[in-house]
């Protein structure tokens, strides 16, 4: 019998529902859930992309637009249909990420993708792989 939700839609459902029951404590101001508006990489979802590709573009972006591209990058690789491009915008940079269909390498799911990076009107365009770990990270192929 075949089931009426596709496994990402699935873990998608989960996820929002975990994170749907999260309150904050304290004095310091709530960060949005899994992609928060803190400025650093605010899940270790984004700090085991390692700088994602952008990190291997040459192009220097601020924490603030870096955390953007970073946030594209998980989006794109965990959710997004083939080809389908993820856009970001930040103060001084903006860009888009698209992933190409999953692939196994072992037992990981593992998908190559493309970033461009738009910054002073000048475009940069890199490629690169990466396969989602258990905890439903990605980490990059270098």
């Known amino acids: 019998m075949r089931s009426l939700v596709s496994r990402p839609a699935l873990v998608s459902i989960l996820c929002v529902s975990m994170l749907s ?31 994602g590709i ?46 190409n269909a999953p692939y196994q390498v072992g037992n990981q799911n593992c998908r190559q993708y493309s970033h461009t990076l738009t910054v002073d009107g000048r475009e940069t365009r890199v490629r690169g792989a990466a396969c989602r770990n258990a905890d439903g990270s990605w980490s990059p192929l270098t």
Do not use: H, M
């Open 21 to 51: 029951a999260c309150t904050t404590t304290g004095t310091r101001p709530a960060g949005g859930g899994l992609f928060g508006r803190s400025s650093q990489p605010s899940t270790p979802f984004l700090a085991n992309l390692q700088g």
């Open 54 to 99: 952008i990190g291997r573009s040459g192009v220097q972006l601020d924490r603030g637009d870096q955390t953007k591209a970073l946030e594209a990058e998980y989006k794109a690789l965990e959710a997004a249909p083939v080809g389908t491009p993820v856009s970001w915008a930040g103060d001084d940079a903006k860009g888009q990420v698209v992933a």
